[in-house]
């Protein structure tokens, strides 16, 4: 049975990933987040174990690499904390490494749309793209996720993926949609996601902007 560390299990993402896992898997989920135990209701202390901790917290992110099989990272956007998670997971010889990033970080954004996309989040991009390099430039098994913009809606679980060679596909994407892939990431065994970064957008979404904006 896998055990998954969820850093950043109070995010938006973890809170249908969170559900979904315990839902379509028997995997052991540990759920690290500031302030943990305010902010994360556990629904199943049987396989939900809560850690309060910050990612530059060495001594604890260390402790909670313990037994663990994955690790998903909801916000890639600080490169000390990255740099951090890391290093732990090599001293704890933790090799699968799924992480959710930002558009734009492999200028794969064309068009109109990449035009309105930077100018929204040149700031993030430009941060995203130096914890991605510690990524890339480390040995683990990492998928990187580089996510549309976005939004909610129950029950569409809709996505499509391009490879860092190709353009990006599509403006937005549900964030159950992203907690769907990632269940699929986890749950397959040909490797086919290894050592990947991957486009994630809502099929039929190639518009100049999301729909929402």
Known sequence: MKTILILGAAGQISSYLIPALLKQTDFNLKLYARNANQRIKVSDPNRETVIDGDFNDTDTLNKAMDGVDAVYLNEMRDLDSVKHIVAAMDANHVRQFIGATVLGIENEVKGAFGQWNTSMIESSITKRIKTATVIKDSDLTY??????????????????????????GGTQVTRQAVAQLIIDILTDNSRKYARKSLGVNEPNTNWDKPSFY
């Open 143 to 168: 998928t990187l996720l580089r996510l549309a913009w976005l939004y909610n809606q129950d029950g569409n679980t809709n996505y499509e993926l391009t490879d860092s060679d190709q353009p990006f």
